[in-house]
């Protein structure tokens, strides 16, 4: 099992509506959750973290945590073209240290 | 611009030559990381310093890698004898701790191609 699993996509959706991007983790203990962007050829470039069960909103986007289901979500609200990206969700272990685990990531497509 | 900055953005070479990369990380950070990404692929970690001292390093690295940052400041990564496998994005990141939220802000990126 990868410690970090995301769905591959690609996903698909219309201008103006809600994507909804999961991971799950395999480390119990993990205490911080993040997400990240990535353009194609670009450098991931961090959207949010979390650390505590339930959601987070930050503008358009909303991070959703269930340590007990290990199940980290992020929903992006009235979806856009500029958003069609790779989106990494991204874990810390709690075995010392900050070695963070990413997921292989999720394409997201917007269509105009 | 006060972000962190890598050289070279490209670098080709041949199989079994060394390669040295560089990463300057945002100035005030203490703690500088090294990640590999494949295509397809998430940012894989390779190591990560605090200040000067490495605290941590995958298993996954070869002998063939080393990363110093010697001064706390820049850091730099070598691969000796390279082999094609090793063709893949090496991207560095940088952050403060404690800090906000373990933040790590990445630069663009050193993407190495082994003829």
């Known amino acids: 099992q990868k410690e970090v699993e995301q769905n591959s996509g690609p996903l698909s959706v219309p201008e103006g509506a809600i994507a909804s991007l999961n991971c799950t983790y395999s480390?119990?203990?993990?205490?911080?959750f993040f997400w990240y962007r990535q353009y194609s050829g670009k450098s991931p470039e961090l959207i949010m973290f979390?650390?505590?069960?339930g959601d987070k909103e930050d503008g358009r986007f909303t991070a959703q945590l269930n340590k007990a289901s290990q199940y980290v979500s992020l929903l992006i609200r009235d979806s856009q073209p500029s958003d069609s990206a790779t989106y990494l969700c991204?874990?810390?272990?709690?075995?010392?240290?900050?070695?963070?685990?990413f997921g292989a990531g999720t394409r997201l497509f917007v269509k105009a | 611009d006060t972000g962190v900055s890598q050289n070279p953005r490209h670098k080709i070479t041949k199989r079994g030559q060394n390669v040295t990369f560089r990463c300057d990380p945002i100035?005030?950070?203490?703690?500088l990381y090294w990640y590999r990404q494949t295509l397809g692929q998430g940012p894989e970690f390779l190591t990560y310093f605090q200040n000067e001292a490495q605290l941590e390093k995958s298993r996954l690295l070869s002998d063939r890698f080393s990363a110093e940052r010697p001064k706390g400041s820049f850091s730099t990564l070598e691969i000796q004898r390279t082999e094609q496998g090793d063709s893949a994005m090496y991207l560095c990141a940088s952050s403060l701790y404690p800090g906000s939220a373990e933040t790590q802000y990445f630069g663009p990126g050193t993407r190495l191609l082994v003829l």
């Open positions: 100035s005030e950070h203490n703690r």
């Open positions: 991204a874990v810390n272990p709690p075995t010392g240290g900050f070695k963070t685990i």
């Open positions: 480390d119990r203990g993990s205490q911080s």
């Open positions: 979390i650390y505590s069960n």
